[in-house]
């Protein structure tokens, strides 16, 4: 059985790039040692995880553009809860409600 677990992201920088960051991570990832490979992002340790292989069964799916810094940030919480993408329904990690409301704190 497959697993679809969805992960939302975001980028300032071109998509490219930072796509091929995560090949690298995810490469990265699979020549760690055990110890090595808990300490890392659970994006990829889940794509390195038993009943998986890696790149291959990742998909891409561009769901939105925004413009400016702050916009990216409120966007990207805004689909991961949308989405159901935070641990454990989804692959993303953080509470990105937290981050909003501190940042806004210390205004």
Not at 93 to 103: A, E, G, I, S
């Amino acid at each position: 059985m497959k697993c679809s677990l969805q992960y939302v992201g975001s980028t300032i920088t071109k998509f490219r790039l930072r796509f091929n960051n995560h090949k690298s991570r995810i490469k990265r990832n699979e020549m760690l040692g055990q110890a090595e490979k808990e300490a890392d992002d659970l994006l990829y340790r889940h794509f390195c995880s038993e009943g998986h292989c890696g790149l291959s069964d990742v998909r891409i799916q561009l769901i939105d553009r925004v413009n400016g810094e702050e916009q990216l940030l409120e966007k990207e919480g805004q689909w991961a809860y949308k989405l159901k993408t935070l641990d454990p329904n989804g692959l993303n990690d953080n509470d990105f409600l937290f981050v909003q409301n501190r940042r806004s704190r210390l205004k």
